[in-house]
């Protein structure tokens, strides 16, 4: 009886040592799962950070060229101020002002207006000329021996109290030729679903 008892104990006993074991076992595999998700959620936030940073170190070189609107001239002496930047610069006998560094700013995911780039508005003033602003003035990321040129063409003013000229900038040449690719993208599809609707028509 004594030994039936022992040996009920014994494998009760295993039993249970397995069982803990076991449990262990699960425990430990989800503990490592667990800190291995933590591994993998760190490394992407890092990622992601250093991605946003890289965008947001950007540089842009802006240069702005003024000309007579009439003539066409390059128009020297004229102010040139930004609406990100504490300093004034004037155009040179070219026209052309010095090539200006501008920190780039992360806009947004995806799109097309979405590429990174800053947007300031460019003041310009002239004595003998209207005055003029631009808004919107997309500034892109470029390098200083390549900067981004902007045309600007002022008005010559008939008094000194003339109407001052504003200006929009809603699309760099860049950024509109990649809307034109769309849309030409857009054209062929929907000209080839044409053609084929009329070309099931016709077989009917």
């Known amino acids: 009886m004594l030994s039936k008892v022992s040996n009920r104990f014994l494998a009760?006993?295993?039993l249970a040592i397995f069982v803990i074991a076991l449990v262990g076992i699960i425990l430990n595999k989800s503990l490592e799962n667990a800190k291995i998700t933590s591994t993998e959620i760190q490394k992407t936030?890092?990622?992601q950070t250093q991605e946003?940073?890289?965008?947001?170190n950007l540089k842009g070189y802006l240069q702005v060229m003024v000309v007579d609107s009439k003539t066409g001239t390059p128009v020297e002496g004229a102010n040139v101020v930004f609406s990100n930047l504490d300093q004034l610069y004037t155009t040179?006998?070219?026209g052309k002002t010095q090539v200006i560094p501008m920190n780039i700013k992360s806009t947004g995911d995806g799109g097309i207006t979405s590429q990174p780039y800053e947007e300031v508005v460019i003041g310009v003033f002239k004595q003998g000329y209207a005055d003029y602003l631009l808004f919107n003035a997309k500034v892109r990321p470029t390098t200083q021996d390549k900067p981004q040129l902007k045309v600007?063409?002022?008005v010559k003013a008939s008094t000194a109290y003339a109407s001052p000229v504003?200006?929009?900038e809603k699309y760099s040449s860049d950024m509109?030729?990649?809307v034109m690719n769309k849309m030409k993208a857009k054209l062929n599809s929907l000209a080839n679903s044409a053609q084929e609707i009329e070309e099931i028509e016709i077989s009917e």
């Open 12 to 14: 009760v006993t295993i």
């Open 45 to 47: 936030a890092q990622t």
């Open 52 to 56: 946003v940073a890289k965008v947001d």
């Open 92 to 94: 040179g006998k070219d």
């Open 152 to 154: 600007i063409r002022i």
């Open 166 to 168: 504003f200006a929009m």
């Open 176 to 178: 509109a030729k990649e």
